[in-house]
């Protein structure tokens, strides 16, 4: 068994950052900006007005003084001469500041008559006006390497970016095993259960803007697993799901080595997920996840969704973990690292009492994974414990 450092970095070493290509803005939501990419342009590209009201000169702004209105700048459609001394732009939100002004004093507090208008406000410190270039300058660069998120996407609309760089998806295939599986929605036979695993790691990993591609569920013999590997064709990542222990029935790890996978380690001193394994079978990394449906998503999330950052090409920094005050007392750890399936209930993390790594419903009402390093000693309540959220 090796500990859960050493087994990320080998799992690392297995993969790498994807190449990139190019999608239209519309589809990038989500994706992972491949490189730095520029605005082409002024935003605004002119000083444009705040506020819906009247363009004049500061100079000439007090209370009671009176302007002739010349013309009218709107969003769109500005005005193309200028304001003169005594002189004002009937102007609107977004439209250019016309030349020869330098102020807008806001409707609310002018009175017009006919073409005329009087000012009746007392407070003229805001000038009302948006800077050309007040967002960002031709050259400003959203940086590459961040998921981009729905105000990246609204800011590069803005500088008139149509098409973007963004790291390919990696693809991950996912190959559930075991005879006593069968498809949610399907009749299940006497001694069989339903295939979850599957189902929610497709689910983390599409979260984390990778794409996963279910395999047929293999049956528990070495041909339909042969067949099963098969299908993985030019995955980026195999995952098997079950058949990872030392039972007459758990095949995968026998059937990879057979087909000539490089294991990089087999078991790891953490709980749950102890039967992990890895390795590259044909040029494909491979990872095996223990079947326990919650084993299988617990490697999912210390595991999995590391690599997927990795190859996303956003580094192999992990999510920093958070701290909180134990809401009640651990006894003593064992030997493995323990995920704890945990509940964070304001400032403090309780973990739920029934931990065995069947019990989904646990699980599903789980925010978080409570660490406990090998051999921690027992914990009072109101200690500070490190948490994973999930
Ligand atoms: N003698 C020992 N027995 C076991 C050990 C051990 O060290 N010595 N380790 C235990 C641990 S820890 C785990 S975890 C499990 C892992 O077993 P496998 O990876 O071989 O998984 P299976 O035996 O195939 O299945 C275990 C369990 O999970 C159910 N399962 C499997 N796949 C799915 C799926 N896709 N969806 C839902 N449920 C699934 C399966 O029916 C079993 O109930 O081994 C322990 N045994
Ligand atoms: O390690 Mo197993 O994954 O505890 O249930």
């Known amino acids: 068994m090796i500990p859960v450092a050493e087994a990320r970095q080998r799992l690392f070493d297995l993969v790498a950052p994807l190449g990139s290509e190019t ?32 363009a004049v000169k500061r100079a000439e702004v007090e209370r009671d003084a009176m302007f002739r209105v010349v ?11 200028r304001v003169g001394p005594g002189e004002t732009v009937r102007i609107f939100t977004g439209a250019p500041v016309p030349d020869g002004a330098d102020f807008v004093v806001i409707q609310e507090e002018v009175a017009r008559r006919g073409e ?33 998120a729905p105000g990246d996407i609204a800011l590069l609309a803005s500088m008139n970016i149509g098409t973007v760089p963004v790291t390919r998806r990696p693809v991950l295939a996912l190959l559930a095993t075991g005879d006593e599986l069968v498809m949610p929605g399907d009749t299940p036979g006497p001694d069989q259960i339903v ?36 299908l ?8 098997t799901i079950g058949g990872a222990s030392v039972g007459d029935h758990d095949l995968v790890g026998r ?61 192999a920094d992990l999510p920093p973990l958070r701290q909180a005050r134990l809401a009640a007392p651990l006894g003593q750890n ?15 993390v309780r973990a739920f009492d029934n931990q065995d790594s069947s019990l989904l419903t646990v699980l599903s009402q789980a925010n978080a994974l409570l660490i406990r390093p090998p051999g921690d000693a027992p914990r009072d309540a109101g200690e500070t414990v490190d948490y994973l959220p999930i």
């Open 23 to 54: 999608v239209p803005l519309a589809e990038a939501a989500g994706r992972v900006l491949a490189g730095d990419v520029a605005a082409t342009r002024d935003q605004p590209p002119f000083a444009a007005s705040s506020m819906d009201g009247y």
């Open 71 to 81: 013309g009218e700048s709107a969003a769109g459609h500005g005005f193309s001469g």
């Open 116 to 148: 005329v208008i009087t000012l009746t406000g007392d407070d003229y410190r805001n000038a009302n006006i948006r800077p050309r270039g007040a967002d960002f300058r031709s050259g400003t660069a959203l940086p590459g390497g961040r998921r981009l």
């Open 195 to 230: 295939a979850s695993n599957s189902f929610g790691l497709k689910a983390m990993i599409e979260d984390l803007g990778a794409s996963a591609r279910m395999l047929p569920i293999a049956r528990d013999t070495e041909n339909s697993l042969r067949t099963a590997f098969d």
């Open 232 to 239: 993985a064709g030019d995955a980026d990542l195999l995952v």
């Open 255 to 315: 059937v990879a080595v057979d087909l000539g996978m490089e294991q990089a380690f087999y078991k790891v001193a953490m709980r749950p997920g102890k039967p992990l394994m890895a390795g590259r079978l044909r040029g494909t990394a491979m990872i095996g996840l223990p079947g326990n449906p919650v084993s299988a998503m617990v490697c999912g999330h210390v595991f999995l969704a590391p690599m997927i950052r990795l190859m996303l090409g956003l580094g």
């Open 334 to 348: 064992g030997p493995r690292e323990h995920y704890m399936r945990a509940l964070i209930e304001g400032d403090a």
